[in-house]
């Protein structure tokens, strides 16, 4: 199989299946034995479904026929392994859910089928979207195409994993405290964090109620906005998805991205950056300014106090697995364990005050969206660690760039803005107002049109 | 944030007794790590001088037709 069709974005499988030109049946048997070949090595699939995919792509093939022409006809994807799957395992990345087959299905999934899409499988994810896949786990960690022994980032692990290899051209990621984003800057894809509420989470393992989201991941920003245009909505099963009108994601791509106007918040982003990821988030602004794009510098003071983001991830997450640490401790990972019950140890009055401080980075980061369309940082502030060092348990939560993002519940996205002297992918990260999907992916999809970073591959 | 925010492994036993969970000494080091970072915010706060912006259920009228 050739790079072209393995690398090829949604929209030109689009255009080459119109034309006759490629088949989906062609082009999903193509990438089943590309899976065959570097999976192996990659570990970015738990589970294959090989027959379900040729299946899916003998229906799209007969749907093209009929002249349908949904965007996502014949486009192969794979899902996160939290996303509930009819009939197909869902492990949660854990021996807990080692052999589980749902009976239902995400309504994201759903979404994605109904498109017309080509499910390839299950991509491995940190166990239950947190742990990492420590050596000696049920399930092994996927690595980074980029360098086999540099993590791969997570918790969306495989997403990021089977789309720079080009194994997919589209994946669900969840995205809790940077899942999606993290994942795809080392890996040097685009992946988006809608608003909250804004994809389902119905039919999606949670780690924490009021900081899970679910979004796409894929090569390049206007891939990432098919892929949402086809999972945003209102689903009355997700008690936090909003009723706010879902818009057009496409159209808006084709505008630029002149006169926005971009903020750059100089505090909290830039603590403990490395020099060649400054480097390149600069040469990203000016490149955006090249573009017609206003950028100044901002502050939101309160964001010094952002790692409460972690006391309450830890402490919602402690109350979904409470029962199962209790009954069944010894099924989850360790470090994962121990890491979960730590959850049990924050008083209620700390879980509270850290709401209280999140409501003040909500409100102030809400007053600097008045002057300015977006913000932009960098979403990770260096390339991908090595295994090595990721899986040393005393290595804290280092500071994140991305959580903020979760705390306010705002679009963002990560697209890629350059390489380290290692060859290791940097990510750009652009953050709007909520529900202003449109204005983040048009940024986004202007800079990568004036760049070629996304068009780089890795060498496996 | 200030060393005087930290954890103390003393406090860590403490609130591992009250809770009552299971956690080996050997991962004592890392908890007490995790949930230093995480107080660290917590801790350094004044929570006089935030306004009261808690959560709370907010009502949105249905729009008129």
Known sequence: MSDEIAYATIRELGTRYRKRELSPVEVTSALLARIEKLDPMLHAFVTVTADRALEDARMAEAALRRGDENPLLGIPVAHKDIYLTRGIRTTGGSALFADWVPDEESTVVRKWREAGTVLLGKLITHEFAFGIQFPGHKFPAARNPWNLDHVPGGSSSGSGAALAAGLVAGATGSDTGGSIRGPASFCGIAGIKPTYGRASRAGVMTLSWTLDHTGPMARTVEDCAYLLQAMAGHDPADPASSTVPVGDYLAPLRRGVGGVRIGVPRNYFFDGVEPEVQSAFEDALGTLRKLGAEVRDVRIPSLQAAHSFLLILLAEAYAYHERDLRERPQLYGEVLRERLMAGSLITAAEYTQAQRIRSKICAETAEVLRDVDLLATPTTPRSALPFTMAHDPEVGFVKSNMAPFNLTGLPTLALPCGFSAAGLPLSLQLSGRPFEEGTVLRAGHAYEKATAWHTRRPPV | ?65
């Open chain 2, 1 to 65: 944030m200030a060393d005087s925010h930290e954890l103390t492994l003393d406090e860590l036993r403490e609130r591992i007794r009250a809770a009552g969970v299971p956690i080996p000494e050997k991962r004592l080091a890392m908890v007490r790590k995790l949930l230093s970072e995480a107080l660290a915010p917590v801790r350094a706060l004044d929570s006089r001088t935030i306004r009261a912006v808690e959560p709370a259920v907010k009502f949105v009228p249905k729009a008129e037709e």
